[in-house]
């Protein structure tokens, strides 16, 4: 049984700081690309940042480079987004997902909520 189970989300005033942690477990992690996607009311879900299986290969949002920081430990199966810098458009609730590199296999977390407000 898969499982990706986020945490970390919370209030924060504009300027401050979250990291969102999520453990995956039921995968092989490190065959998997880890990705965090965010989505508001009424909008498409987008993705936020993404990090390949073992290179240390990352792509990001262009409203989060330079603020976000993806980051992945596979000895415990764990995908971090450090986020710095936080702005009031980045309330959102945020996912995690896994992608298989090699099926289209894919997975979501249940998403953890992150409200940057004054």
């Known amino acids: 049984q898969v499982q990706l189970v986020e945490s970390g989300g919370g209030l924060v005033q504009p300027g401050g700081s979250l990291r969102l942690s999520c453990a995956a477990s039921?995968?092989?992690?490190?065959?998997?690309?880890m990705s965090w996607y965010r989505q508001t009311p009424g909008q498409e879900r987008e993705l936020v940042a993404a990090?390949?299986?073992?290179?240390?290969?990352?792509n990001y949002a262009d409203s989060v480079k330079g603020r976000f920081t993806i980051t992945r430990d596979n000895q415990r199966n764990t995908v971090s987004l450090q986020m710095n810098s936080l702005k009031i458009e980045d309330t959102a609730v945020y996912y995690c997902?896994?992608?298989?590199?090699?099926?289209?296999?894919?997975?979501w977390g249940q998403g953890t909520q992150v409200i940057v407000s004054l």
């Open positions: 997902k896994a992608k298989s590199r090699y099926s289209q296999n894919e997975w």
């Open positions: 039921g995968i092989t992690f490190n065959m998997y690309t």
């Open positions: 990090i390949a299986p073992t290179a240390p290969v990352r």
